[in-house]
């Protein structure tokens, strides 16, 4: 039994692989030392059995051009082939040491240059998960801002991309030799990127072999990925399936200056029908706009989940000052939880907010989405639906929201039906960039002894909300168990 079951599921690895088209194979070099990439770990890897690594990778990429223009809204896009063009990029991996550790399933994230600098949201967001489960993951340098930032002296002169504070420093030495021919190329250089993953695994995995390729992109990134899952994943195949966190109702456009541009309808743009791999998008209350792109969850012919998680900013506390340290412990969680009683307004240095930034539940959902569309992948067992957030309008978007002014509808955890604050993903002014971040406000000790009583009183009505999050599947066991004490250890009404 144990060895039919074996063969089996090789069967269905090798059948995923098969069905993938030769997107180009670039060339491939690990580099030594440690690579550049802003908001990411600040602990060893180490310390979790895991180890990062760089590669540099180049070859000729193509711009595509649409057979019919204006592109449709429906995603049913036609697309060739036009302007080619040499590049050579990077990516960043971070993998199990132990090659029995690995699950093998790579997460290929596009890496977000929004702030000047490539940087890694889904990575800081997933990445307990990630750990815990032994899957690997990539940051592809896609886009030309990044690569441009990668190769900016110490101190950078002004034409370099500015991040937040100013142009921001790279590393010449290291990263002199990158070419990047502009974003029109940007798709193709992210499919050659996981062409490279399956063809030189000695190189990239250090001779894991990775089975499933995930690809991943955050707010920008995921503008990016909707463009490239409408026009160039029907090319090439080289995804096995997509996590499309915090869109906005369009796509990036195909093509930009300075090759003839070809933009995308500005909204909505939707996911073609026909896509022949899981699509999970993952929202914010913060991603208002992207109600517009709503569609139906479908098991086929579009495989796809739509998740508004209530109580959330386009970025977070988590995000920006949590993340770096998380080793996946119950401490974390702990200071999770404290930063609803105890909020700041200042996560980062160069980040002055008008009020306390969003403390949400970002992290916790997203990690059992990305678990979720793994399984989907791997088995054909479809995700969990949710509720849609509820709204009052729809030009502009307003969501209904209770007595205390807690968002109605969409996915829901213990920290908004078991709420200690009022958690949003609006609302929020100050340096740039702070809009993003929703807000936090702790309810009183009057408020909660309203609510809740006493601390046992918080601690029962927690716990339920906790067990109806696992059992509908939007947060993972160890998160469940985690959150329950962290609840039981608060002084939340303690005497």
């Known amino acids: 039994m144990i060895a039919g079951l074996a063969c089996v599921l090789l069967l269905s690895v090798g059948m995923v692989a098969a069905a993938h088209a030769d997107a180009g194979s670039p060339v491939v070099a690990a580099v030594p030392g440690a690579p550049l990439v802003f908001g990411h770990t600040e602990f060893d890897l180490g310390t979790v059995g895991y180890v990062q690594s760089e590669v540099f990778f180049e070859g000729t990429a193509a711009a595509y051009g649409a057979e019919t223009t204006p592109l449709s809204s429906d995603g049913m896009w036609t697309v060739e082939p036009s302007d080619q063009a040499a590049y050579k990029s990077r990516a960043v991996v971070n993998r199990p040491i132990d090659p029995d550790d690995f699950n093998g399933t790579v997460l290929v994230e596009w890496l977000n240059v929004s702030g000047g600098v490539d940087a890694g949201p889904d990575w800081q967001h997933t990445h307990v998960e990630l750990i815990r489960r032994g899957y690997a993951w990539i940051g592809v340098s896609a886009q030309a801002v990044g690569v441009n930032q990668l190769k900016c002296p110490t101190p950078p002169d002004p034409s370099c991309p500015s991040g937040v504070g100013g142009p921001t420093p790279g590393d010449p030495d290291r990263y002199g030799t990158l070419n990047h021919p502009g974003d029109s190329f940007s798709y193709d250089i992210f499919s050659q990127a996981g062409q490279a993953i399956r063809d030189h695994a000695d190189v990239v995995l250090g001779g894991l072999q990775p089975e499933v390729l995930i690809a991943a992109g955050e707010s920008q990134s995921a503008g990016r990925l909707v463009t490239y899952i409408n026009a160039i994943q029907p090319q090439h195949h080289v995804y096995d399936g997509f996590f499309v966190h915090s869109r906005g109702s369009g796509g990036a ?243």
């Open 253 to 495: 456009p195909l093509r930009q200056a300075p090759q003839t541009p070809t933009i995308t309808p500005p909204s909505p743009t939707f996911m073609r029908q026909d896509l022949d791999v899981p699509v999970v998008v993952f929202q914010a209350e913060t991603d208002a706009g992207g109600v517009a792109a709503r569609q139906p969850d479908s098991d086929g012919p579009l495989e796809y989940r739509l998740y508004e998680v209530a109580g959330t900013a386009h970025f977070d506390l988590y995000g920006l000052a949590q993340a770096g340290l998380d080793m996946g412990r119950r401490s974390t969680v702990a200071e999770w939880f404290d930063s609803m009683r105890h909020p700041v307004s200042e996560p980062l240095p160069n980040f002055v907010c008008s009020t306390p930034i969003n403390s949400g539940p970002a992290t916790f959902v997203a990690r059992a989405a990305i678990a979720h569309l793994d399984d989907w992948i791997r088995h054909g067992t479809p995700p969990p639906m949710a509720p849609r957030l509820e709204t009052t309008s729809l030009s502009p978007v307003v969501y209904a929201r209770d007595s205390n002014g807690i968002a109605r509808g969409g996915v829901r955890t213990p920290a908004v039906d078991v709420p200690v604050a009022v958690l949003s993903g609006f609302g929020q002014s100050g340096s740039p960039f702070c809009s993003l971040f929703g807000t936090t406000v702790p309810f009183s000790a009057d408020e909660l002894t309203e609510r809740y009583r006493n601390h046992g009183g918080f601690v029962s009505r927690w716990n339920r909300a906790t067990h109806d999050a696992l059992a509908a599947g939007f947060i993972v066991g160890e998160d469940a168990a985690d959150l329950r004490s962290v609840a039981a250890m608060s002084d939340v009404l303690k005497k």
